[in-house]
């Protein structure tokens, strides 16, 4: 077991819905990443702090 966080409770930017998102632990940066519920598409921020992982979710361009 990794001391990596790796899921992430995320809300979605377009339907509102909290969507538990799962990052592997050697992902670092910006990503694409469709919504589970509505499948539009978000622009994911991760960032890391030692074993803390920082998620931003955005609407996609
Ligand atoms: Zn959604």
């Keep these: 077991m990794s001391d990596f966080e790796a899921m992430k409770r995320v809300r979605c930017p377009y339907c509102r819905e909290w969507v538990d998102l799962?990052?592997?632990p050697d992902t670092v940066g910006?990503?694409?990443e469709d919504c589970a519920?509505?499948?539009r598409p978000w622009a994911v921020v991760v960032e890391r702090e030692g074993a803390k992982?920082?998620?931003h979710v955005s609407r996609a361009q």
């Design 53 to 55: 992982m920082r998620v």
């Design 22 to 24: 799962y990052v592997d």
């Design 37 to 39: 519920v509505c499948c």
């Design 30 to 32: 910006t990503l694409v």
